[in-house]
């Protein structure tokens, strides 16, 4: 069967080349001299991202949305705001530079394959999106917050292959977490792509692609990137 689609995961995999949110922030916390055990880090960490799911406005940033998660650990951990600010404007440096660089990747896609993005995210992912460029590339975006279902949950993957009119035979999905991207995918039978930048352990499932950067994306799928 033909690939007809290649559908991402956001967070971990587009705008940081495989680095999962929360070790992206640990880093960074702990590069600013907050060295927190993950005991104390993981709790604040997903607590701050979970008062936002479905709560913030859909016009909200990618800037916005960084900012309020930094801050709020910040305030979990009872860390000076300054330190906490600093996190945020260095994460979203980051963020927006790797954004860039995918962006233009999947743009030299686009000629091939129709694209979208599945992510669990806060209810404003399409206006992040279109905030960095993507609206021109994108065929479909699903946000978890809208949806109401979170990777791995079947419901979200099949929202956005509803919206392309595929099977889950017709498109690949690419992201950076084994139980929530590779197993969400391999419940509904659609091809998958683990991006893992450091030598991948025991995967999902035998057959699995896995990629160490998302440059190497087309090289996998056998494809050429249009310039």
């Not at 949110?21 to 993981?42: P, T």
Request: hydrophobic share 45%; with cysteine; aromatic share 6%.
């Amino acid at each position: 069967m033909r690939l007809e689609a290649i559908l991402c995961d956001f967070g971990g995999t587009l705008d940081s080349d495989g680095l999962a949110w929360k070790e992206r922030f640990a880093r960074l916390f702990a590069s600013e001299g907050s060295r927190v055990e993950a005991a104390r880090f993981d709790p604040a960490f997903y607590a701050s991202c979970d008062i936002l799911v479905g709560a913030v406005p859909r016009d909200l940033s990618l800037a916005g949305t960084v900012g309020r998660i930094a801050s709020g650990v910040g305030e979990r951990l009872d860390l000076d705001p300054a330190l906490a600010a600093r996190v945020g404007r260095r994460f979203l440096e980051a963020s927006l530079e790797r954004l860039a660089a995918s962006r233009a990747l999947l743009t030299g896609l686009k000629h091939r394959f129709r694209l979208g993005v599945v992510s669990n995210f806060y209810g404003n992912l399409s206006h992040v999106l279109s905030e960095a460029g993507f609206g021109a590339v994108l065929a479909v975006s699903v946000d978890s917050a809208v949806v109401g279902a979170s990777k791995p949950d079947p419901r979200i993957f099949t929202a956005a292959l509803d919206a392309l009119g595929l099977s889950p035979g017709d498109a690949v999905f690419v992201g950076d977490s084994q139980p929530r991207d590779m197993a969400g995918a391999r419940g509904i039978g659609m091809p998958h792509v683990w991006l893992a930048p450091e030598p991948a352990g025991t995967v999902c499932c035998p057959g699995d692609r896995v990629i160490r950067r998302l440059a190497d994306l087309p090289e996998a799928l056998g494809v050429e990137v249009l310039a």
